[in-house]
């Protein structure tokens, strides 16, 4: 278990006590049913979720001394590729 972030949450009574069951009958920790619970509800929501917005790629784009100079007027091509 590499790399994992320290979350906190509230839980109802009763989730609380069917997790705390779940856990003994599995003999797996409350936090990995947790885990598992979540990266499969995000799985099912992918599809549901906006795509990364090209729009954040904009930002410190023309803070780079090579940068461009037109990219309030041109930022469709840098960030689409399209000429208009």
Known sequence: M??????QIYLDGESDRALKRLALATKISESEHI???????????KGKMPEEDP???LIGLCDKPDGPTDASIHHDRYLYGKQV
Do not use: F, S
């Open 2 to 7: 590499a790399n994992l972030k320290r979350k």
């Open 35 to 45: 885990r598992r619970a979540v990266k499969k509800y995000v799985a099912m929501q």
């Open 55 to 57: 729009i954040w790629q």
